[in-house]
């Protein structure tokens, strides 16, 4: 039926046959020149992060129909490539700013995350694929400063350009990035992790986006106030703004109408107030607290010494055991004292718990055994005391427990060193 279809369109409109080869076969031989001017060479970072999904995709390219290839997608009635989904297949070398690639206008999707451009300056070409929605260049490693020619993509609603760690320095200026905010009306996931932003104010991103459900800024030597009006966006699901050692957070009142599910606050200072309203996020599942106090922590590029920071006088407060979704809980480092609060048996759903580096003092409550999906259980270093509760050999999932460094009293029991 298909095709029948396709060749009473050719009949009908004999024009679109022609715009069909001729662009289509256009489109492939820009693809082999883009992929010639690279070597496959597998990267770590790909290896390690991308699973299954890492291999040499361009390797399969043969034959002259280029739709067909493997991460090439073409629009069915003129051929146009539409989409490109080059990540994590080992291309390796300097990306030319000429590159054929940028003669495919029609491109709707463009994911090259995971390869190794080695330290290519970024561009500006690219601010001409203005027909983007989703552009993903997650550890490419580009170097340099982002051009402002990329603000001109307006269509965006994913951008993702965040980096490996301390690996390549990759800049924004302080227009870019109020170009970027200003133009990408539509954007709803931003990651610009790792982008050093030192010249930038945080107040630029005062004005993104009432689409906005997922922004991640870490390690982005972020300075300013970061605005508050983002917390209320009504779709945010994502916020990361962990490892901006000077970055400041004005006291908040979190509301329980937020949708926030994930949110990294780690390695920054932030107001004692907030911790009374984190129990409002009932949607939450991933919870980074972790190092916002420490005595002396030096903070990759910047070197800040990072020496002071919220911490929680008095302890955890009860009202964590509402958080009844969350998976991962990482509060190490943060001064914490008093003691482990019982509610914290509440959260069945635990996998990850880090109260490590704290001053915690007390015993080991016995609801710790409810956590039966528990694979990580950090306790060391504290002040807990008492014996280790029989309640532990619930624990069947853990793959890491650490309670040393305490005052606690008794063994392990062999059950859980025996696994
Ligand atoms: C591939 O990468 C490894 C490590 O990054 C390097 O030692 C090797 O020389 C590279 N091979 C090619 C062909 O570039
Ligand atoms: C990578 O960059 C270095 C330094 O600029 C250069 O010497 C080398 O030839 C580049 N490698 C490739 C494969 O382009
Ligand atoms: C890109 O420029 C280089 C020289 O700068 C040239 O050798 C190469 O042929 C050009 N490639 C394309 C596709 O125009
Ligand atoms: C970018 O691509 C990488 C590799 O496929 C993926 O892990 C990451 O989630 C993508 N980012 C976005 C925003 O889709
Ligand atoms: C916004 O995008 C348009 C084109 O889409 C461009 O002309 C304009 O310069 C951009 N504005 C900024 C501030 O970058
Ligand atoms: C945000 O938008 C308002 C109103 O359009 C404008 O007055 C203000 O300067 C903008 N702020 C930033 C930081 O871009
Ligand atoms: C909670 O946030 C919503 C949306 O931002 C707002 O309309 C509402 O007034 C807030 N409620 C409280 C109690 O702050
Ligand atoms: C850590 O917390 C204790 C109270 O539990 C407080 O006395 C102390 O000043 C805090 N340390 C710092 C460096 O803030
Ligand atoms: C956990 O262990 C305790 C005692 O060790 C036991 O009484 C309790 O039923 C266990 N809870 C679950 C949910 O298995
Ligand atoms: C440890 O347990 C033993 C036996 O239960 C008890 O005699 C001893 O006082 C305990 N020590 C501490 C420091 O709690």
């Known amino acids: 039926?298909?095709?029948?279809?396709?060749?009473?369109?050719?009949?009908?409109?004999?024009?679109?046959?022609?715009?069909?080869?001729?662009?289509?076969?256009?489109?492939?031989?820009?693809?082999?020149?883009?992929?010639?001017?690279?070597?496959?060479?597998?990267?770590?970072?790909?290896?390690?992060?991308?699973?299954?999904?890492?291999?040499?995709?361009?390797?399969?390219?043969?034959g002259t129909d280029c739709c067909s290839w493997d991460g090439v997608t073409c629009d069915h009635l003129n051929a146009h490539v539409i989409a490109l989904d080059l990540s994590c297949s080992w291309l390796y070398g300097n990306f030319p700013s000429n590159t054929t690639l940028f003669l495919l206008p029609h491109l709707q999707k463009l994911n090259l995350a995971y390869n190794d451009f080695n330290l290519s300056k970024f561009p500006s070409e690219f601010g001409r694929f203005t027909s983007l929605f989703y552009l993903n260049l997650s550890r490419t490693g580009f170097a340099g400063e982002l051009p402002s020619q990329v603000s001109h993509l307006s269509k965006l609603v994913s951008l993702d350009l965040s980096l490996i760690n301390g690996h390549e320095q990759f800049t924004i200026e302080k227009h870019a990035l109020r170009g970027l905010v200003h133009n990408l009306t539509e954007v709803r996931h931003l990651f610009l992790d790792g982008m050093d932003m030192s010249s930038v104010n945080a107040h630029v991103f005062m004005n993104l986006s009432s689409s906005l459900r997922s922004l991640s800024l870490a390690n982005c030597d972020l300075q300013g106030?970061?605005?508050?009006?983002?917390?209320?966006?009504?779709?945010?699901?994502?916020?990361?703004?962990?490892?901006?050692?000077?970055?400041?957070?004005?006291?908040?009142?979190?509301?329980?109408?937020?949708?926030?599910?994930?949110?990294?606050?780690?390695?920054?200072?932030?107001?004692?107030?907030?911790?009374?309203?984190?129990?409002?996020?009932?949607?939450?599942?991933?919870?980074?607290?972790?190092?916002?106090?420490?005595?002396?922590?030096?903070?990759?590029?910047?070197?800040?010494?990072?020496?002071?920071?919220?911490?929680?006088f008095g302890g955890l407060p009860d009202s964590m055991g509402n958080l009844v979704s969350l998976k991962f809980l990482d509060l190490s480092n943060s001064n914490l004292s008093g003691t482990v609060p019982r509610s914290l048996g509440n959260l069945l759903q635990l996998t990850h718990l880090d109260l490590s580096g704290n001053q915690l003092s007390g015993q080991i409550p016995r609801s710790l055994g409810n956590h039966l999906q528990l694979t990580l259980l950090d306790l060391s270093q504290n002040q807990l005391s008492g014996q280790i509760p029989s309640s532990i050999l619930n624990l069947t999932q853990l793959e890491s427990l650490r309670i040393s460094e305490n005052s606690l009293n008794g063994s392990i029991p062999d059950e859980l060193i025996l696994k």
């Open 1 to 62: 039926m298909a095709s029948y279809l396709f060749l009473c369109l050719f009949l009908l409109f004999p024009h679109l046959y022609a715009s069909f080869s001729s662009s289509g076969s256009h489109s492939c031989s820009s693809l082999i020149q883009f992929k010639n001017s690279f070597s496959i060479n597998q990267t770590e970072d790909a290896y390690l992060s991308c699973g299954p999904k890492s291999y040499p995709k361009t390797n399969s390219w043969e």
């Open 225 to 312: 106030k970061f605005p508050k009006n983002i917390f209320d966006l009504p779709n945010l699901n994502l916020l990361n703004l962990g490892s901006n050692p000077i970055l400041s957070l004005d006291p908040l009142k979190l509301n329980r109408s937020s949708n926030l599910e994930h949110l990294d606050l780690s390695f920054m200072p932030f107001s004692t107030e907030f911790i009374d309203s984190v129990d409002n996020l009932q949607a939450l599942k991933y919870l980074d607290l972790s190092g916002s106090f420490f005595s002396s922590v030096s903070i990759r590029k910047s070197g800040y010494l990072f020496t002071g920071g919220a911490n929680f």
